[in-house]
């Protein structure tokens, strides 16, 4: 069990690229969160997706998308990235049924120059 | 705004000692709570989860919760200079229905001195 994977670990861009970032859990878990981490803010959400085939938007939203590509994968997009959005980007996941108890990836380092 | 608030230290303390990291919440409503450790450069581990009011106790952890004053906190007996790293607490957003969503304080870093 790999639990919850991400790729790529570190990621450099300069203003206005574009990437996806991905994410894949072998847990069978139904929920999938996209979070940042910014120093002294801890982590705010992006966009989760409760179950497979259905997505929403967390507390930080824009500047970003979001693929729940089957109920494993759920990938992050950035379509034209800002230097405001260099920081730590987690996903996690969580077992339908479960009180709220999430699971996280090892993360991605983003740098927007 | 619900909020989680945290105090984001350095706790310092020696090694051996009882650390007590602090949590407030601010929406009544809440049931979950969850203490996340977080060493430097890695992901969140979840180290604890707590739903009813009392104490809950997991080797040299125990989580309390006091739901009237809308408080959670985490003991560490025998502090180790390997418990050094940032403490995340966590709340469920009450109102979200099934969506299992969170929200996180800002942490509280730990020392530990040997």
């Known amino acids: 069990n790999a639990g919850v994977t991400q790729t790529p670990k570190f990621q450099v861009l300069k203003t206005g690229q574009s990437m996806t970032l991905q994410c894949a859990q072998d847990m069978n878990h139904n929920s999938m969160y996209w979070y940042r981490q910014d120093p002294g803010m801890g982590l705010r959400l992006i966009y989760y997706?409760?179950?497979?085939?259905?997505?929403d938007k967390g507390e930080v939203p824009n500047g970003y998308n979001v693929s729940r590509l089957n109920k494993r994968e759920f990938s992050l997009r950035l379509e034209s990235a800002a230097p405001s959005q260099t920081s730590v980007y987690f996903c996690?996941?969580?077992?339908?049924?479960?009180?709220?108890?999430?699971?996280f990836g090892p993360g991605t380092r983003l740098t927007v120059l | 705004q619900k909020e989680v608030e945290q105090n984001s230290g350095p706790l310092s303390v020696p090694e051996g000692a009882i650390a007590s990291l602090n949590c407030t919440y601010s929406?009544?409503?809440?049931?979950?709570f969850f203490w996340y450790r977080q060493y430097s450069g890695k992901s969140p581990e979840l180290i604890m989860s707590i739903y009813s009011n009392g104490d809950k106790e997991d080797g040299r952890f125990t989580a309390q919760l006091n739901k009237a004053s809308q408080y959670v906190s985490l003991l560490i007996r025998d502090s180790q200079p390997s418990d050094s790293a940032t403490y995340l607490c966590a709340v469920n957003e009450a109102g979200s229905g099934n969506t299992g969503k969170l929200i996180f304080g800002q942490g509280t870093t730990l020392q530990v001195k040997p």
């Open positions: 997706s409760a179950s497979e085939g259905t997505t």
């Open positions: 929406d009544r409503v809440s049931q979950s």
């Open positions: 996690a996941s969580r077992v339908a049924g479960s009180p709220n108890e999430q699971f």
